[in-house]
């Protein structure tokens, strides 16, 4: 009874300001609760895309039919995709439980809210064949320097035969990468995960051959990938300048996440268990990891081969 009479009271207070309650919000996201600060952008800017869109200043005036109206029109006037919805309907579902919890809203108004079905694409990946193409292309191409030959395939080595994340790549500092016990530690990956990926042999001469470049300019920085002509770690831009760079070269639509979703294809068409391969990709839930299993014909056509009629 004392619990009820409490959020009473504070929802009879006068209604707070949408942008107060957005930065509390956020704040609460990113030290409390520990998002990571991708997560808390996005938190805030589609509050303010609510916000502005909606043409509403007071948490009071977020009504079903206000919250209802804004999915609306981005479906109906700015052709919105079904994941597009999806993405800022969780970010306003936690933003107004959080209000709901605090006192400022007396029902979630997004509860109603139906979240349209969309497309499951079978994950973009490169096949055998391509993937050793953009391997030799990467080590064979001319570089104005050696120490770009040794990063860049070392680089997309890491993708093609560990499976990282474009983010935890670059977040790779020197200690995390042990090429005598053959193991690769990421911290804090995706939701503030650490994970061992075990390292092949292939991989592990790849990097220190890099290794032993990078020393020999006697680059001193924490990060395990490094700029070429500064002494500090490879930055998103860079990365992204190589990639593009092995696009012309090759003329295939080379991403980080296709070399991960390759690296994937390429272990359970090799044998990999779905257990073992999920742990590698630091996946939360092992439904995740089952989408490469559609993706990998071989996998698939190998698994029919032990019918026992065959």
């Known amino acids: 009874m004392g619990k009820y009479c409490t959020a009473r009271a ?12 957005s930065e509390q919000f956020c704040e609460y996201s990113r030290y409390i609760r520990g ?32 919250v209802r109206a804004f999915f609306y029109r981005g479906r109906l006037e700015r052709s919105w995709r079904p994941s597009t919805f999806v993405t800022y309907h969780k970010s306003l579902v936690v933003f107004f439980r959080w209000c709901v919890q605090h006192g400022h ?10 979240v349209p079905k969309g497309a499951k694409p079978l994950p973009s990946r490169l096949g055998k064949q391509d993937a050793m193409r953009v391997l030799e292309c990467v080590q064979n191409a001319p570089y104005p320097y050696r120490f770009q030959r ?38 804090r990956g995706k939701g503030a995960k650490d994970r061992l990926v075990p390292m092949s042999a292939t991989l592990a ?57 390759t690296f994937a294809t390429l272990m359970l068409e090799g044998g990999c268990d779905i257990f073992s391969l999920s742990r590698m ?7 995740t990891t089952t989408i490469y299993l559609a993706a990998t014909a071989e996998h698939l056509r190998g698994q029919m081969a032990k019918h026992p009629l065959n």
């Open 10 to 21: 504070v929802l009879n207070h006068d209604s707070m300001e949408i942008q107060t309650l």
């Open 205 to 261: 001469g790849i990097l220190r051959c890099y290794v032993d470049d990078r020393q020999r300019l006697m680059k001193t920085c924490t990060s395990f990938f490094a700029s070429l002509n500064r002494d500090i770690g490879l930055t998103d831009a860079g990365l992204k300048r190589i990639l593009e760079r092995i696009k012309r070269s090759t003329g295939l639509n080379v991403t980080a996440h296709k070399l991960r979703h």
């Open 150 to 187: 040794y990063r860049n395939h070392a680089i997309v080595a890491t993708f093609m035969f560990a499976g990282l994340r474009k983010k935890e790549l670059l977040g790779l500092s020197m200690t995390d990468v042990d090429c005598e016990a053959r193991s690769i530690y990421v911290r």
């Open 281 to 287: 990709m630091g996946h939360s839930d092992i439904k």
């Open 105 to 114: 809203l007396a029902a979630n108004p997004t509860d109603g809210i139906e």
């Open 35 to 66: 998002y990571s600060l991708d997560t808390v952008r996005r938190y805030r800017a589609t509050i303010r895309q609510f916000q502005h869109s909606s043409n509403l200043t007071q948490i009071s005036d977020c009504t079903e039919e206000a």
